[in-house]
Nanobody, 133 residues
């Protein structure tokens, strides 16, 4: 059974930084992707960033490009989301997710699975990020 445990959320002032961590256990796929999603009150869950372990490519939602960075330390089975220059609109519960088996091809790219909730089958419990002065 796959387990994902997030940590690192909290309260930060606008312009500040946080690093979220997602420790993964029980994942047995050889090829897969890891992603970060968020859900603000009254809004649908949206993809923030994702990472393909096969080719190490990444994808981001436009609103966080240049500010957020997703990375993975395979030795620690941990995926990170470094968030810089945080804005009040980044306030949300952030979830770590693991994909179904995924190997990128021309017909099934990282961007394809990033936009499809059905491609993500394992989820963490979420961690709250609040950006406020």
């Amino acid at each position: 059974q796959v387990q994902l445990v997030e940590s690192g959320g909290g309260l930060v002032q606008p312009g500040g930084s946080l690093r979220l961590s997602c420790e993964v256990s029980g994942l047995e796929y050889t090829h897969y992707a890891m992603g970060w999603f968020r859900q603000a009150p009254g809004k649908e869950r949206e993809g923030v960033a994702c990472y393909s372990n096969s080719d190490r490519r990444t994808a981001y939602v436009d609103s966080v490009k240049g500010r957020f960075t997703i990375s993975r330390d395979p030795t620690k089975h941990t995926t990170y989301l470094q968030m810089n220059d945080l804005k009040p609109e980044d306030t949300a519960v952030y979830f770590c997710a693991g994909s179904v088996p995924f190997f990128p091809t021309e017909s099934r790219t990282l961007e394809d699975i990033f936009s499809r909730q059905s491609e993500w089958e394992s989820w963490g419990q979420g961690t709250q990020v609040t950006v406020s002065s």
